[in-house]
């Protein structure tokens, strides 16, 4: 069964760093789309960066690019999810996202079509 699950969340201090992981099993990350996604305390979940499969383009949401780094290590089949200084709207549950393989070689969406999903792992800014 195809499955993904997240880690590394936790309490950070404003302006600190947290690497989110995301790993999968049962399956090559290489081969699918992931996304990364966050749903912040009383709101939506939105998409934040993906990384589309075998040519690992990357999709950032709005700017965030600057702060937000998505990478996928072949060898331990994991999606990274790097995040620097971060900021009290940055607070949320952090949820990753492995489409089926249907989103082809160089593109990955935002949104919530994706096949499976983790149970998240939340991040707390403190200030």
């Known amino acids: 069964q195809l499955r993904v699950a997240e880690s590394g969340g936790g309490l950070v201090q404003l302006g600190g760093s947290l690497r989110l992981s995301c790993k999968a099993s049962?399956?090559?990350?290489?081969?699918?789309?992931v996304g990364w996604f966050r749903q912040a305390p009383g709101k939506e979940r939105e998409g934040l960066v993906c990384i589309s499969s075998t040519h690992n383009m990357k999709y950032y949401k709005d700017n965030r690019k600057g702060r937000f780094t998505i990478s996928r290590d072949t060898a331990t089949n994991t999606v990274f999810l790097q995040i620097d200084n971060l900021q009290p709207e940055d607070t949320g549950v952090y949820y990753c996202?492995?489409?089926?393989?249907?989103?082809?070689?160089?593109?990955?969406?935002?949104?919530?079509?994706?096949?499976?999903w983790g149970q998240g792992t939340q991040v707390t800014v403190s200030s």
């Open positions: 996202a492995a489409d089926g393989g249907r989103y082809g070689s160089s593109w990955c969406p935002l949104d919530e079509s994706y096949d499976y």
């Open positions: 049962a399956f090559t990350v290489d081969y699918y789309a």
